[in-house]
């Protein structure tokens, strides 16, 4: 039996069973596929099912406001996909009527979808033979062939593909991708793969001569960088309410249209009490109606290329103070789409929030 037909028999017998496999639908494998990027499946499918009950179809998507998509994606990270799809949505809707276009080109220039997507969705809502290949896929081949090269040259990456090409089943280019995918994720794994019950065992080059654990070689990861965000967490009452002040993330930086506080960003986390703020906004708070709760203890949250570190300064004012930042009641503060280490801190230190007011600030600290 040949390799293609090996594999679909093997993927046949020992897929998952996970909704998106039900379906040949562009729309909801293309949702699939971009939530699935750098995620696991446990983590991944609640937002698919969120995701497709809100937006069922992309004309749907496309009526939809950004917030919102933010706001269901929230958790989920790598924000920019969430816009992407939102915004491929709209450029769907006016491009194609609100019709998934069907080639491999037209698919592949919709914003936010690269090679892979493009193949993923081609091969298997429309049935054309381009291969995929991701993480799982070049682990699986640099080891099958015994290819030592760095998987992150391109050249690499070329001959990977070139050797996907050569095998996809062309009656069944959806079935043989996600088998591909679904062997290096389950059998050929990152750590301990499989190799006494692999199928492949006796053609596997690294397995014969003992390189399992060497290949995929990879070049040496681009140093971490620190940063620092000094946040100022200001609340006030104003007419029965609480509010706190927002900040709207915009231009070329992480978590874009997310919402998180006023921010200064220190090239240090060790500074005390709150001179981050007192040039700028120290006429607004220095009031006698204001009082200064302290600061929290520095949280940090690792990105992939950037280790941040958090730290949170607290005031409560007992009258209306102007900021140039937008002021949210407490108990509307669930409209708003944040980052994850913003959600925790108003989740911990806001008690009641989402959906209230915050009766004791002092509690928020
Ligand atoms: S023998 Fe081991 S390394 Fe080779 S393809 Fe199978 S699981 Fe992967």
Excluded at 35 to 55: E, H, N, S
Excluded at 72 to 94: C, D, F, K, P
Excluded at 306 to 318: A, C, D, G, I
């Amino acid at each position: 039996m040949n390799f293609s037909r090996q594999l679909l028999c093997w993927y046949l017998k020992s897929k998952r069973d996970l909704p998106w496999r039900q379906t040949k639908d562009p729309y909801l494998i293309w949702i699939s596929e971009i939530i699935m990027q750098q995620t696991r499946i446990d983590q991944g499918l609640p937002y698919y099912q969120k995701f497709v009950l809100a937006w069922p179809t992309v004309a749907r998507l496309a009526e939809a406001d950004e917030q919102e998509v933010l706001k269901l994606w929230q958790g989920l990270g790598y924000y920019s996909r969430a816009r992407n799809l939102h915004a491929t949505a709209r450029m769907i809707v006016e491009l194609y009527g609100g019709t998934f276009p069907d080639t491999y080109l037209s698919i592949r220039n919709l914003k936010g979808v690269g090679d892979y997507t493009a193949a993923a969705i081609a091969s298997i809502a429309f049935n054309l033979p381009y291969p995929v290949v991701d993480g799982n896929v070049l682990r699986f081949m640099t080891r099958l062939y015994g290819i030592v090269e760095s998987v992150d040259l391109p050249s690499t990456k070329r001959k990977i593909l070139d050797i996907a090409v050569d095998n996809i089943d062309h009656r069944y280019p959806g079935d043989f991708n996600q088998a591909m995918m679904e062997f290096g994720a389950r059998v050929c794994t990152p750590a301990n793969p499989d190799c006494v019950h692999c199928i492949f065992r006796t053609n596997c080059l690294a397995f014969a001569l003992r390189q399992v654990e060497s290949i995929p070689a990879r070049a040496t990861k681009p140093p971490l960088r620190h940063r620092y965000f000094h946040y100022l967490v200001a609340t006030f009452e104003h007419e029965n309410r609480v509010y706190i002040f927002l900040n709207k993330r915009t231009g070329k930086d992480i978590w874009k249209n997310l919402y998180d506080f006023p921010q200064a960003e220190k090239t240090s986390g060790a500074e005390k009490g709150w001179p981050a703020y007192e040039r700028e906004f120290g006429k607004a708070l220095h009031t006698d109606q204001t009082e200064y709760l302290g600061v929290s203890e520095p949280s940090t949250c690792l990105l992939t290329h950037q280790k941040l570190q958090m730290m949170f300064y607290r005031f409560h004012s007992t009258e209306k103070i102007d900021l140039p930042f937008l002021a949210v009641p407490l108990n509307e503060l669930w409209h708003y789409p944040f980052p994850r280490p913003v959600e925790k801190y108003l989740s911990e230190k806001f008690p009641l929030f989402p959906g209230a007011h915050c009766k004791n600030p002092n509690r928020a600290l």
